[in-house]
């Protein structure tokens, strides 16, 4: 089985600190199957569950600004952008940070954005994948796309 690195990250420290704690309310789980709950989430007091110190392991946690700060430079084979950036910032923001974001996955790699989420036109080389909110990403870096951008 490959290995698996997962990073977390957040603009926000208090979020993201609720995220490390990994504590939800029993209703956040509702939908969860009873077996899936029972394996990978523990009692954390009345109405609450924590997620199992296995799943936990080997997370890169991390307060990150997608807005101001480029990623990593790291290839990402999927990334979960869902209700953040498409969301709640102005489209000159959207449009200086999700460059940078996308050429960070590699030939092939998934987008997953939130369902009531549009990615904008200027970005090429999306193809829906299997449901509305979750692309994949068929070229390579996005580059060229700026650059036709730039010329139109």
């Known amino acids: 089985m490959p290995s698996l690195e997962i990073w977390a990250t957040d603009v926000n420290?208090?979020?993201l600190e609720r995220?490390?704690?990994g504590i939800y309310p029993a209703r956040a789980l509702a939908r969860v199957p009873i077996e899936t709950r029972a394996r990978f989430f523990q009692p954390a007091?009345?109405?609450s569950f924590?997620?199992?110190?296995?799943?936990?392991?080997?997370i890169r946690?991390?307060?990150?600004?997608?807005?101001?700060?480029?990623?990593?430079?790291?290839?990402?084979?999927?990334?979960?952008l869902r209700n953040n950036l498409l969301t709640y910032y102005r489209?000159?923001?959207?449009?200086?940070?999700?460059?940078?974001?996308?050429?960070?996955?590699?030939?092939?790699?998934?987008l997953v954005i939130?369902?009531?989420e549009r990615l904008p036109d200027f970005l090429k080389g999306f193809h829906p994948h299997r449901s509305v909110f979750c692309l994949y990403r068929k070229h390579?870096?996005?580059?060229?796309?700026?650059?036709?951008?730039?010329?139109g």
């Not at 924590?50 to 080997?58: C, P, Q």
């Open 50 to 58: 924590r997620v199992a110190d296995e799943l936990r392991e080997g």
């Open 61 to 80: 946690w991390q307060v990150h600004d997608l807005t101001a700060d480029v990623p990593p430079a790291q290839v990402f084979h999927i990334v979960f």
């Open 19 to 21: 995220a490390i704690e």
């Open 45 to 47: 007091g009345r109405a």
């Open 91 to 110: 489209d000159v923001i959207v449009e200086a940070a999700l460059p940078a974001i996308v050429d960070s996955l590699a030939p092939g790699g998934i």
């Open 140 to 151: 390579g870096p996005m580059g060229s796309a700026r650059s036709e951008r730039r010329k």
């Open 114 to 116: 939130g369902q009531k």
């Open 13 to 15: 420290s208090d979020y």
